[in-house]
């Protein structure tokens, strides 16, 4: 439940890449981030999503 069939997945990825986004791996925003940043100290292990969309 949940998922978008592979037709459907199709046109929305198509739709964002229009709009000018990059569609990526859901996963690959949980590898860790070792680059610069203003996370604050509390957070030990950065991800890419702690890099992009904050602390959620």
């Known amino acids: 439940m949940g998922e978008l069939d592979e037709a459907d997945l199709a046109k ?9 986004y990059v569609v990526g791996a859901e996963e690959l925003v949980e590898l860790d981030y070792d680059g610069p940043s203003r996370l604050p100290w509390h957070v030990g ?3 890419w999503w702690h890099r992009f969309f904050g602390l959620v």
């Open 12 to 20: 929305v990825t198509r739709a964002l890449v229009e709009l000018g």
């Open 45 to 47: 292990r950065p991800s």
